[in-house]
């Protein structure tokens, strides 16, 4: 069984720079979420996507976007950085939709450190 | 979504040492997870457990959720339980709500 895979594992941008994070879910999941942790905090809700769909997002402005591709692999795209999107960017996957009866426990991936200066 | 609390916000034991660590939540939860993160950032599952007890080696877990809260013991501890422990519930949508965390330093 494979587990969550991110790329890249550290990345370092300029403000006004876009960037673009990928993640490869766990083998047999197809939900995957995206958080971001600052430091010293807990990671914190940016969204999820089920099948290919946006489905469900925290208080984060537009300039987050993602997708999500048949394989369930998704990216998370920054666009316009600012100096706050400084963090470690996790990614998780799961099986089925939470908030349903079936849905499963999130497993992490190791996380991009994005910097951006 | 619910509002996680942990307690306490930092550990310093020696090891072999046993510790408790408490996470409290606002509402009822239909799912509760406890997780290590190392120092390199990676969030490794310790239990999924929304109610009940479990037992995985030297760390146990349980969550009383009429109460509103979950324990998660290590006993024994080991220089490399150190780390950052978070309890995380259902928020909003289909978050995961953490808490702010336990740093755990554990001591030769």
């Known amino acids: 069984e494979t587990g969550v895979t991110q790329s890249p594992t550290h990345l370092i941008k300029t403000r006004g720079q876009q960037v673009t994070l990928r993640c490869s879910s766990q083998?047999?999941?197809?939900?995957v979420s995206w958080y971001q942790q600052a430091l010293g905090q807990g990671p914190q809700f940016i969204f999820q996507y089920y099948r290919e769909e946006e489905n469900g997002r925290g208080n984060f402005p537009p300039r987050f976007s993602g997708l999500q591709f048949p394989n369930y692999s998704s990216e998370l795209n920054v666009n316009a950085l600012e100096l706050d999107d400084s963090a470690l960017y996790l990614c998780?996957?799961?099986?089925?939709?939470?908030?349903?009866?079936?849905?499963?426990?999130?497993?992490f991936g190791p996380g991009t450190r994005l910097t951006v200066l | 979504g619910i509002q996680v609390e942990q307690s306490p916000p930092d550990l310093i034991l020696q090891e072999g040492a046993n510790s408790t660590l408490r996470c409290n939540f606002s509402?009822?939860?239909?799912?509760l997870q406890w997780f290590h993160q190392n120092p390199w950032g990676q969030l490794i599952n310790l239990f999924y457990i929304p109610s009940g007890t479990k037992q995985n080696g030297r760390l146990s877990a349980t969550t009383v959720a009429t109460e509103r809260y979950s324990l998660l013991y290590i006993s024994s501890s080991q220089t490399t339980d150190s780390g950052v422990y978070f309890c995380a519930g259902p928020g909003s949508g289909y978050a995961l709500n953490f808490g702010k965390g336990t740093s755990l330093l554990v001591t030769p």
């Open positions: 998780a996957s799961s099986w089925g939709l939470a908030g349903s009866s079936s849905y499963n426990e999130q497993f």
């Open positions: 509402d009822s939860v239909n799912n």
């Open positions: 083998s047999g999941h197809n939900t």
